[in-house]
T-cell receptor
């Protein structure tokens, strides 16, 4: 069955280190998204991509970057991890854009702790 | 940025009771979505609404797209223990191709 996976599921890192979270989907979806989830804020969009070589900033993109070298993967990099980036991170994908009848499907999440 | 106000923030109910939660916005949305998140998992889409006034059911779940396009509600009838989780509303307004999420409603069901 097609799916979307994230790794690692849990990560503890130190302030200032570079961290990369992986997201891999086997649906061949064009659109991929990264969100962070914090208490009281719901899900906030970090970066998104509509296809290979395409990346766009979301609502809370500062301190994060993404790259899209193939359809299946959208890794999220924290250039210099900060304690404010302690959160649960979700990757999502969709075949078509929001509002067009095919909505986003989420991965299981990565819990990141920055000490 | 845009905000969706979701209420209540949490609910603790008895098994068998009906549940109602809602989402409101100061701006118009063209699509309303309802997701459920189980502990330790990602959100899963429950219901999608694309038309003002639309009422859609999925088993014991019913959701409506408000006539004003600024609100939506989700009802769960005859709750069961597996309904426990966090329910999120999300809206899309065709601007920027992004979803805006509410803060979530945490549902707890007492057997």
């Amino acid at each position: 069955d097609a799916e979307i996976t994230q790794s690692p599921r849990h990560k503890i890192t130190e302030t200032g280190r570079q961290v990369t979270l992986a997201c891999h989907q086997t649906w061949n979806h064009n659109n991929m998204f990264w969100y962070r989830q914090d208490l009281g804020h719901g899900l906030r969009l970090i970066h998104y991509s509509y296809g290979v070589q395409d990346t766009n900033k979301g609502e809370v993109s500062d301190g994060y970057s993404v790259s899209r070298s193939n359809t299946e993967d959208l890794p999220l990099t924290l250039e210099s991890a900060a304690s404010s980036q302690t959160s649960v991170y979700f990757c999502a994908s969709s075949e078509r854009l929001p509002g067009t009848g095919d909505e986003q499907y989420f991965g299981p999440g990565t819990r990141l702790t920055v000490t | 940025g845009q905000q969706l106000n979701q209420s209540p923030q949490s609910m603790f109910i008895q098994e068998g009771e009906d549940v109602s939660m809602n989402c409101t916005s100061s701006s118009i949305f063209n699509t309303w979505l309802w997701y459920k998140q189980d502990p330790g998992e990602g959100p899963v889409l429950l219901i999608a609404l694309y038309k003002a006034g639309e009422l859609t059911s999925n088993g014991r779940l019913t959701a409506q797209f408000g006539i004003t396009r600024k609100d939506s509600f989700l009802n769960i009838s005859a709750s069961i223990p597996s309904d426990v989780g966090i329910y999120f509303c999300a809206g899309h307004n065709n601007a920027g191709n992004m979803l805006t999420f509410g803060g979530g409603t945490r549902l707890m069901v007492k057997p």
